[in-house]
């Protein structure tokens, strides 16, 4: 047996365990396998989106669940406490050939999107996880010979699973991300997009037309910045990239921006829109971390340390000296 095989075969033991329940010493030694080795992680990931969706599938049908319809192909079987080897090899193997006979019925792109405000944790069927911010279009295609994603607009946060024979590559407009497994957020507002790498290295293409066509390796720290044809790449420190991510925690963080790009922010997360009134106020330097849904919170703070009027207009809040 491969090594890839038996680790396909532990992951889809300890998958089978887990739908029956793990106690506490269980649930730690799954934890410890899942750690050892990104292997490990991927290959339980991709089994349990696929168990999902087989569950999904299923439902369509008449067995409630998709240990049912692997119980009508097996013989009964004793309690898992007795399980001997051979049977869980059993249950993994036919847990494995249910899935991936399945799998061939599932529609390959798959869309997904956010609302104003809304974050989504996207688990794609290669074992890579894509988190999407507030307002985001996404679609995404995985087959055995490739992986490709195409954001339309808004913001996300790739962990991609390493498989050196098919790199990932995220299309934006004219530009793209090509990796084999690291992590990575990207940006984008129409023709502009700004990339942080978090981990790992990714190569950055730009428009075959422009002055920048040739493509630019960015690594951890790095931070890529394109507008239109142009491309700016920049260093920054491991606090910063945090800051820059921290929209997966559900907060802003700002490092001393004017009051106008603090609001800008705030506007992307809300229906209730901030909008600064005069040139002074607006180019009041905000610093602090915030959280991104609560407008009013970040109003109350501006009258309390700076004196400004606030007024509200049905969903606009009004901010001036």
Do not use: C
Not at 108 to 129: F, I, K, M, N, W
């Amino acid at each position: 047996m491969s090594a890839r095989n038996a680790i396909e075969e532990t992951a889809a033991q300890w998958l089978v365990q887990r739908t029956e329940g793990l106690d506490s010493d269980e649930q730690a030694r799954l934890d410890i396998w899942l750690n050892a080795a990104p292997e490990h992680r991927t290959a339980f990931w991709r089994l349990e989106y696929s168990w999902e969706k087989a569950g999904r599938l299923v439902a369509l049908r008449s067995p409630d669940s998709l240990a049912e319809t692997i119980a009508e192909a097996a013989p009964p079987a004793p309690s898992r406490r007795s399980l001997p080897r051979w049977a869980m090899g059993l249950a993994a193997i036919l847990v494995i050939g249910a899935l991936a006979s399945m799998a061939a019925l599932w529609p390959q792109p798959a869309h997904y999107a956010t609302a104003t405000g809304e974050q989504r944790l996207v688990a794609l069927s290669d074992g890579s996880r894509v988190e999407l911010n507030t307002e985001t279009r996404l679609r995404a295609s995985i087959s055995p010979d490739d992986r490709e994603a195409w954001l339309y607009k808004g913001e996300a946060y790739f962990d991609i699973a390493h498989d050196a024979s098919r790199p990932f590559t995220v299309h934006m407009g004219e530009r793209s991300i090509q990796v084999l497994g690291t992590r990575f957020s990207v940006w984008r507002n129409g023709d502009n997009v700004r990339v942080v790498v978090a981990e790992g290295r990714v190569r950055l293409s730009g428009p075959k037309s422009g002055p920048t066509s040739k493509p630019v390796v960015l690594v951890r720290g790095d931070v890529a910045t394109g507008v239109g044809a142009s491309v700016l790449q920049s260093r920054t420190t491991g606090q910063r990239i945090e800051d820059q991510l921290a929209w997966r925690r559900g907060l802003l963080v700002f490092d001393q921006i004017t009051l106008s790009d603090a609001a800008a922010e705030f506007n992307r997360y809300n229906e209730t829109q901030l909008e600064v009134l005069d040139p002074k106020s607006a180019s009041i330097r905000i610093g602090g971390s915030f959280e991104a849904t609560n407008v009013e919170a970040f109003a109350r703070l501006l009258q309390s340390a700076y004196g400004l009027e606030i007024s509200r207009q049905g969903e606009t809040v009004k901010i001036s000296e």
